[in-house]
T-cell receptor, first 112, second 113 residues
Framework: SQQGEEDPQALSIQEGENATMNCSYK?????LQWYRQNSGRGLVHLIL?????REKHSGRLRVTLDTSKKSSSLLITASRAADTASYFC????????????FGSGTRLLVRP | KAGVTQTPRYLIKTRGQQVTLSCSPI?????VSWYQQTPGQGLQFLFE???????NKGNFPGRFSGRQFSNSRSEMNVSTLELGDSALYLC????????????FGPGTRLLVL
């Protein structure tokens, strides 16, 4: 079963606009990560935010984490056509080992 | 460093057959995880290996199995294939005992007819 649910499922914006994706999860986490996937290929790690952090930046990406609401958001500023992809949040749950539980993903289309 | 490699990239099998997929992690990475991705179920965790030991297993039937070798390379096997096993199988590696960032391979796309 999936831990995270992402919203919206699909998003279409114009190049240059900002894109915001949200992720909600159910259980306590060690950290939350965002990944990008192009056309059913492998996933590329974008950013990791730990449970004791509230906000993190990486280039045009900004991630926030609200552990009280069990939610996170990914903001992509000044989007480009090359940002067109599916974006997944993944929560890291510490149990006997460590595993990532992925959300359902947001499909982002950036129109030129 | 070379990235995670998976072989084969594409595979077509028929129901009832078995299949073995291979994953070579990034050099020095000791943890390997496997995921199944389908349009209906999304990305689901299959299992994770560290130093040849399976540390965690997802909610999949016993037809799905795997192993890791001393050089950290990993294989997963699916026996008695079903149509529903058609999916993209992704392998990811991480450096340490409690991995954080996972580095994904390109995946193996399996089609079961």
């Amino acid at each position: 079963s999936q831990q995270g649910e992402e919203d919206p499922q699909a998003l279409s914006i114009q190049e240059g606009e900002n894109a915001t994706m949200n992720c909600s999860y159910k259980t306590s986490i060690n950290n939350l990560q965002w990944y990008r996937q192009n056309s059913g290929r492998g996933l590329v790690h974008l950013i990791l935010i730990r449970s004791n952090e509230r906000e993190k930046h990486s280039g045009r990406l900004r991630v926030t984490l609200d552990t009280s609401k069990k939610s996170s958001s990914l903001l992509i500023t000044a989007s480009r056509a090359a940002d067109t992809a599916s974006y997944f949040c993944a929560t890291a749950v510490m149990d006997s080992s460590y595993k990532l539980i992925f959300g359902s993903g947001t499909r982002l289309l950036v129109r030129p | 460093k070379a990235g995670v490699t998976q072989t084969p990239r594409y595979l077509i099998k028929t129901r009832g057959q078995q299949v073995t997929l291979s994953c070579s992690p990034i050099s020095g990475h000791r943890s390997v995880s496997w995921y199944q991705q389908t349009p209906g179920q999304g990305l689901q965790f299959l299992f994770e290996y560290f130093s040849e030991t399976q540390r965690n297993k997802g909610n999949f039937p016993g037809r799905f199995s795997g192993r890791q070798f001393s050089n950290s390379r990993s294989e997963m096997n699916v026996s008695t294939l079903e149509l529903g096993d058609s999916a993209l199988y992704l392998c990811a590696s991480s450096p340490g005992r409690y991995q954080e960032t996972q580095y994904f391979g390109p995946g193996t796309r399996l089609l079961v007819l």
